[in-house]
């Protein structure tokens, strides 16, 4: 019997849903959907800049989890672009938490929790 799936926390809903090729009707390319907790790991990754433990932590799920769901991102990304795909975000097991900016660090934490700043 398989272990029912972790639900991933995510900071909030992505401003764009669609992504697609400029010049061409979305009917005529092919789509390529990533999970919100793709693009979760995305964000926290590549754009926060956040190390793997610290992202996963975040999300309520492991580091090794985090990992291939990040792998699992990028090459969705990668496979659209190079193949002039689409690309929808939506779906997945998640659940919405809140979360604020440590204004000294400006480190993501959820809103809940009291942090304590390293530096």
Partial sequence: MVR????????KQPEVKIFK??????RMVGNITLTLDEYEALRLCD???M?????AELMN???????????KARNKI???????????VEGG????????????CQK???ATEKHRCKE
């Fill in 4 to 11: 029912p799936r972790k639900l991933r926390f995510i900071g």
């Fill in 93 to 104: 097991n998640v659940v919405f938490q809140e979360r604020k900016r440590c204004k000294k």
């Fill in 47 to 49: 754009y926060e800049g």
């Fill in 21 to 26: 090729p400029v010049g061409v009707p979305f």
């Fill in 61 to 71: 799920i492991s580091r090794p989890t985090f990992t291939r769901l990040i792998e």
């Fill in 108 to 110: 993501e934490i959820p």
């Fill in 78 to 88: 990668a496979t659209a672009i190079v193949e002039g795909k689409a690309i929808t």
């Fill in 51 to 55: 190390e793997h433990a610290e992202a």
